[in-house]
């Protein structure tokens, strides 16, 4: 059963959208690309300005393994340094797949 991961954040001070674009694409590039657990991520902006990373892995067992991994990346330091996950921000929440869709 796939897992999506919901992690909202807002921009930490003195950081812009654009430095957050390019955080992300090299967290993607050379992070999440080459993790295999990992099916898709997408990055969004809310209408409030704030942001949410979104991450569907595989199973339970490969988020686990991605988000172990994350701790000893520097990659992901840097990107998780564009973020200010302060007040309210930070919570991941945890979606388990029940179906999905595609159009025909």
Known sequence: MTVTVLAP?????GKTEQDLIAA????????????PGVL????LRK?????????????Q????EVV???M???VCHAFFAVMD???GGGRHEVCASLATYAPV
Do not use: H, K, N
């Open 24 to 35: 992300s694409s090299v967290f993607d590039r050379d992070f999440v690309s080459r993790q």
């Open 61 to 64: 067992e490969d988020m686990e």
């Open 85 to 87: 996950i302060s007040e």
């Open 68 to 70: 172990g991994a994350e």
């Open 9 to 13: 954040f807002r921009l930490a001070p």
């Open 47 to 59: 209408t409030d300005g704030s942001y949410i990373d979104v991450v569907q892995f595989r199973s």
């Open 40 to 43: 898709r991520r997408e990055l």
């Open 72 to 74: 000893a990346s520097e």
